[in-house]
């Protein structure tokens, strides 16, 4: 089974940092692009980033409002995403959700989500 | 980068159809046709609904279509059922290489 599942959310003060995991299973992980994106408190979804596939240079893209706080990275070995925040601010509180990119597998879009996890930013 | 403009909220009865639209610029929805459709339960994460503009995944109704015209992006749900009764964000992929997200439509089946 595709699946994806996030873990490492929890609360935090103002000014710390948390590293989320999104580990993967049931598909050639280093294939993918990976994306991060969050959904504060009765808000809409808002997209963190992403990172490229090894085959594409395995590079991240950030949105302004992370970009400098905010770090993407993988482990193609252990099929896992990681977001790393840091200097983190209440309003970065919201669910986190890690999806994949499904242009390899010819759909160009979010094509597989995991389950999100909450982040709490307060003190 | 602004997100998307959506109706807030559009409702129908079972049967009927409904359109969403979502309104971007040259440098987003305009630019691609990469523009993606996602339903959202309560307390569940997104579904993918239609990609590439008018593309359904595999297991997603029929009911569901998509089209483009310039800057706008439209969802239809056709046949309206109570399952339908969820958020929906669009998606653009951007020249500034981002993705920007809609600001979502509550869709009410009466």
């Known amino acids: 089974e595709v699946q994806l599942v996030e873990s490492g959310g929890g609360l935090v003060q103002p000014g710390r940092s948390l590293r989320l995991s999104c580990t993967a299973s049931?598909?050639?992980?280093?294939?993918?692009?990976m994306t991060w994106f969050r959904q504060g408190p009765g808000k809409g979804l808002e997209w963190v980033g992403f990172i490229r596939s090894k085959t594409y240079g395995g590079t991240p893209e950030y949105a302004a409002s992370v970009k400098g706080r905010f770090t993407i990275s993988r482990d193609d070995s252990e099929s896992i995403a990681y977001l790393q925040m840091n200097s983190l601010q209440t309003e970065d509180t919201a669910v986190y959700y890690c999806a994949r990119v499904g242009k390899v597998a010819g759909v160009d879009a979010f094509d597989i989500w995991g389950q999100g996890t909450m982040v709490t930013v307060s003190s | 980068q602004s997100a998307l403009t959506q109706p807030a909220s559009v409702s129908g009865s079972p049967g009927q159809s409904i359109t969403i639209s979502c309104t971007g610029t040259?440098?987003?929805?305009?630019?691609?046709?990469?523009v993606s459709w996602y339903q959202q339960h309560p307390g569940k994460a997104p579904k993918l609904m239609i990609y590439e503009g008018s593309k359904r995944p595999s297991g997603v109704s029929n009911r569901f279509s998509g089209s483009k015209s310039a800057n706008t992006a439209s969802l239809t749900i056709s046949g309206l059922q109570a399952e339908d009764e969820a958020d929906y964000f669009c998606?653009?992929?951007?020249?500034?290489?981002?993705?920007?997200f809609g600001t979502g439509t509550k869709v009410t089946v009466l």
């Open positions: 040259s440098s987003d929805v305009g630019s691609y046709n990469l």
């Open positions: 998606c653009s992929f951007t020249r500034s290489t981002t993705y920007v």
């Open positions: 049931g598909f050639t992980f280093g294939d993918y692009e």
